[in-house]
């Protein structure tokens, strides 16, 4: 019997296409799967299978009555819990939400529904996506699939390890400061951030207005392309959002040829200080694309190196405000000031924001707010603001050169959970490779390249292009895919220890 | 607790007030600034929302690109300087009736800046009028917030409430704020001017069409910022902002309030405090607020939400072709065609009868008649009965067929005001009332002379008075007359023949 659950969504397509199988036999297999495992990844803080199945049910007889239908029809999906789903609870992993049932759908949601893709559920993620291991989320946090004992990345550790754990065969992320690159990364997982405004963030619950961006996380290059192609495109409901076709994307991802093409390595983050076994790997990647025909430039971001301290300044502004909104009067959590009789609005705002936020929430609102603060602005938030204006300057410096840049994805392969949750620098240095895309708004893309020598655990190798040239990740990355897969065999994922399967493992 | 206060004349041989007045004005656009939500005033609480003004978690703004043009003519008209590349940014603070907890507006980078608009004052000796120019710093667009309904308490105020309602209607109600630069310079006039700005603001705002300017519904609401300083100085002192002072009247008043209680703890020795004050209607005083400091600090950022607006040449250009004749342009210009007197059109302007009359003379009536019925009798009864003269549902073509009915002998003016308020009544038009109500003239001489005839026969003292050169008196025969005829006789055919049979 085939098991759906380890094909790739493009296969799961074709052989719904052919009439090989249904969309019900499809989700169910993966309901059955995240049944069986989730246990112990807790990819999921929800999961919908009514509402999967409804929607398998639909596809399949809109296909028996001849019905034109999308690439993706009755193909499962899972979805970061900070997108808003009408009907379903959205809590962006935080306690303050807990129940909130949306009344709309987020744009991406919406384009889900409307190509006819099942929505397995809501998957875990850091709390407001502040985090780089899922350990913030107030629900606990997901295991990695590899390493039960380590983190899956963050914040969308939960919709990689739920397609690493083969309990999706696609989800959606969102990607701050490389939220969808840095889990793909350490779970042997695909995971593209499209160009700034190339996906509605509409509904998409804010984090960092100005560099959020939802993506595809997936098993294949191919299977991201066709997810990024779904959700993809102009929406009039988001301003920032471009009034343009989406990229070609899976024509590039079937291309997968990098013949003349040039490649630039950043001085900067060639992988200099990151853990060996990543540096090594990035280095036969780099190889591997040279022996397919690319050419390969050292080129220097200089300003690249300030990312992170800017990056530190603008997203804790922009979400102070941003999470200005939860206070307890309108929706989520409410909490009365413990020994106050008749509390006034305001310190029922209070209380229920000291509830309702987590540390890491907290930490990162105070720090907006100083950086905001008027005296503090100038020096913190206008220098942050020229710190990326400089690093866009470095991008298209560099663009002039070559067509794509590389990079190691994460520093370092999955770490043990607990590890750096005391050290928020540390956990903020996990980032400093993925955040000058969110920074500059261009796309990047991280897919797996291989096991650590020292620990046999995944690592990530990024792709980055131009603004609004997303097609290049995905002519890239589906070359070096197909000559990494050649080398092992097969896909990364099938390296990967099986899963116990104990529901109460954990 | 009252403060004290100084005689005004008094405080202005000694000081020198300087005033700054915030104008928002709600725009009526038919949709919010930033959602496709309906504007309509008076709705059901919370039936005109949608999850972007209600700020639910994900939902994003879209800037209404006719409230930007609103700002743009409204910019132009003002004089001022569009400019090419403008923000929103966001104003954090927390208040229940903002949904997001701020609230998005402009702010160092306005879409208007450096305006000025001419008022027409009295003279400081008061013998005439002249024109008055306030500079306009800046206009800049915003969204409006909920409103807050305190129950349970005695005064509707927070304090002593025991619990708030929130009507998320309004929010997200586009707002346009015009600041002004300091106005100095207006001395003993400060009311007045302030007065006059907020009217003639009102009434270009009108003239573009772009709020309905329904003071009493908050749709034009003033903040006027005060302080004095020691006539022949030059700093300014210590400044007070009055809040939501919402009707012409109570601008003026609340400037003069504050211009005398300032005086008073100045004269005293005493120092302004820097905050904010509520202006009360009934007792014509203000109270002090919250105070108010420079630093308050609202954490400003560009709003990243939204792309900068950055209205293109030819549009700004479009739009400056469809500025109207200026309000005062046009005032002189109606009043020279109509002929009326300066007091006269004042009249009708305070009235607001200005465009109805126009619309009348349009449909055929003459100035005269016109200004006679829409100031003398509509408006005059509206402002005793608390209304405006739109309610009454009475339309130019009304008037104008009814000065018609009076200029074509068929009614007499009492006999012409039972005609309106037929129509007041809703019975129809002018004629189809007065054939209803069966009001005509008696047009037959003899009947009339017969009357007069009857009158002075049964009335032989007053008959006698008239003839001793007692002219007025003819009034008493003439009231005879109509009685005799049931009110449907020409008062003036009356007197005439009264008077040619005892003179
Ligand atoms: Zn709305």
């Known amino acids: 019997m085939t098991d759906y659950t380890r094909m790739t969504a493009a296969d799961i397509a074709a052989a719904l296409a052919a009439g090989e199988t249904t969309s019900v036999e499809v989700t169910q297999a993966h309901l059955d799967r995240i049944a069986e495992v989730d246990g112990d990844v807790h990819a999921f803080l929800q999961v919908d299978a009514e509402g999967a199945l409804a929607t398998a049910r639909a596809v399949d007889e809109a296909r028996a009555a001849g019905k034109e239908l999308g690439p993706l029809a009755g193909v499962p999906v899972a979805v970061k819990d900070v997108l808003a789903t009408e009907g379903l609870t959205t809590t962006a992993g935080s306690k303050i939400l807990e129940g909130w049932v949306p009344p709309y759908d987020a744009t991406v949601v919406a384009k889900l529904r409307a190509a006819g893709m099942p929505i397995l559920g809501k998957t875990n993620m850091d709390e407001f996506a502040m985090g780089s291991s899922t ?23 939960g919709s990689s390890a739920a397609v690493a754990a083969f309990e999706a065969p696609l989800a959606i992320g969102t990607d701050t400061g490389g939220s969808i690159r840095q889990p793909a990364a350490v779970t042997g997982t695909v995971g593209t951030k499209p160009t700034y405004g190339g996906v509605s963030r509409y509904g998409l619950i804010a984090l960092a207005s100005s560099l959020d961006q939802a993506g595809p996380c997936t098993r294949s290059v191919l299977d991201a392309a066709l997810l990024h192609e779904v959700i993809g495109g102009h929406d009039v409901m988001d301003s920032t959002s471009i009034d343009a076709p989406v990229p070609p994307v899976v024509e590039a991802a079937r291309k997968a040829d990098v013949k003349g093409l040039k490649i630039g390595v950043i001085k900067e983050i060639s992988g200099e200080g990151f853990q060996p076994g990543v540096k090594q790997l990035f280095d036969e990647s780099v190889q591997l694309l040279v022996d397919r025909g690319a050419e390969v430039v050292e080129v220097s971001c200089p300003s690249f190196e300030k990312g992170l301290a800017a990056y530190y300044l603008i997203l804790p502004s922009e979400a102070s405000s941003n999470l200005a909104k939860f206070d307890g009067m309108r929706y989520g959590l409410r909490v009365g000031p413990e020994g106050v009789a008749s509390p006034s609005a305001e310190q029922v705002m209070a209380a229920t924001r000291d509830a309702g936020f987590g540390d890491e929430v907290k930490r990162r609102i105070i720090l907006g707010t100083y950086a905001l603060s008027a005296g503090y602005y100038d020096a913190y938030y206008g220098q942050a603001q020229k710190v990326r204006t400089l690093i866009a300057r470095d991008f298209a410096a560099a663009y002039e050169k070559v067509d794509v840049l590389v990079t190691p994805t994460a520093p370092t392969t999955a770490f043990k959970l607990g590890e750096k949750l005391d050290d928020p620098m540390a956990m903020y240095l996990n980032d400093v490779a993925t955040i000058p895309a969110n920074l500059a708004g261009v796309p990047g893309m991280s897919i797996p390249n291989g096991l650590a020598a020292e620990d046999g655990l995944p690592s990530g190798f990024q792709i980055l292009a131009p603004a609004t040239k997303d097609e290049r990740l995905y002519q890239v990355g589906a070359a070096l895919e197909a000559a990494l897969q050649e080398k092992w065999g097969g896909p990364i994922l099938a390296q990967a220890p099986e899963l116990a399967g104990k529901a109460d493992a954990r | 607790m009252t403060d004290a206060v100084v005689d005004y004349d008094e405080a202005l041989q000694t000081y020198d007030p300087v005033m700054g007045l915030e104008v928002h004005v709600e725009l009526n656009t038919k949709t919010k600034m930033f959602c496709g939500c309906s504007t309509v005033f008076g709705a059901e609480p919370n039936s005109q929302v949608c999850p972007v003004c209600l700020g639910l978690p994900g939902a994003l703004p879209v800037v ?7 700002a743009i003519r409204l910019g132009l008209a003002l004089h001022g300087s569009i400019a090419d590349w403008s923000r929103f940014a966001r104003k954090n603070y927390f208040y229940p009736d903002m949904p997001k907890n701020f609230q998005t507006s402009q702010y160092d980078e306005p879409i208007v800046y450096n305006g000025y608009l001419d008022v027409e004052v009295p003279t400081e000796s ?89 003071m009493e519904q908050g749709s034009v609401r003033c903040d006027a910022n005060v302080s004095l300083r020691p006539v022949g100085t030059e700093k300014f002192g210590t400044r007070t902002e009055t809040k939501n002072v919402n009707s012409l009247r109570s601008i003026e008043r609340a400037v003069r309030y504050e211009i005398s209680r300032q005086a008073a703890v100045l004269d005293a020795g005493g120092t302004i405090t820097q905050e904010t004050r509520h202006w009360h209607e009934d007792t014509g005083i203000t109270t002090a607020g919250r105070p108010k400091s420079d630093a308050d600090d609202y954490r400003y950022f560009p709003e990243p939400d939204l792309v900068p607006v950055a209205p293109a040449a030819e549009l700004v250009e479009k739009l400056g072709g469809t500025l109207p004749e200026p309000p005062a342009q046009r005032r002189k210009r109606l009043q020279s065609d109509w002929g009326y007197s300066d007091l006269e059109m004042r009249d009708v302007i305070n009235a607001g009868a200005v465009d109805l009359i126009e619309q009348t003379v349009a449909e055929g009536a003459s100035p005269a008649g016109a200004r006679k019925w829409w100031t003398g009798e509509l408006a005059r009864r509206a402002n005793v009965e608390g209304r405006t003269v739109e309610d009454f549902g009475v339309t130019p073509a009304h008037v104008a067929e009814l000065d018609g009915l009076v200029k074509g002998g068929r009614l007499n003016d009492s006999m012409a005001r039972q005609v309106l308020e037929g129509v007041m009544a809703g019975e129809g038009a002018p004629t189809a009332v007065a054939d209803a109500r069966g009001l005509e003239l008696v047009q037959d001489d003899g009947a009339l002379e017969a009357a007069v005839d009857k009158v002075i026969a049964a009335n032989p003292d007053v008959a006698d008075k008239v003839r001793g050169g007692k002219l007025n008196a003819a009034g008493a025969l003439i009231g005879q007359v109509m009685k005799e005829l049931k009110g449907q006789a020409d008062a003036a055919k009356a007197r005439e023949l009264i008077l040619a049979k005892l003179t």
Do not use: C
């Open chain 1, 135 to 157: 350990e913030h989320s107030a629900y606990g946090p997901t295991h990695n699939p590899w390493d039960l004992d380590r983190i899956p990345g963050g914040s969308g550790g």
């Open chain 2, 126 to 214: 008061g013998d005439g009028t002249e024109v008055f120019r306030v500079e306009i710093e800046r206009a800049h667009m915003e969204e409006d917030t909920g409103k807050s309904l305190h129950v349970g308490g005695a005064t509707g105020r927070i304090q002593g409430a025991e619990y708030s309602l929130v009507d998320y209607n309004r929010a997200g109600i586009p707002l346009i704020e015009i600041v002004t630069k300091p106005i100095v310079g207006a001395g003993t006039r400060a009311p007045q001017i302030a007065r006059a700005y907020v009217a003639a603001l009102r009434d270009l705002l009108k003239a573009l069409d772009i709020s309905d300017v329904k």
């Open chain 2, 64 to 70: 209404n690109a006719s409230a930007v043009e609103s």
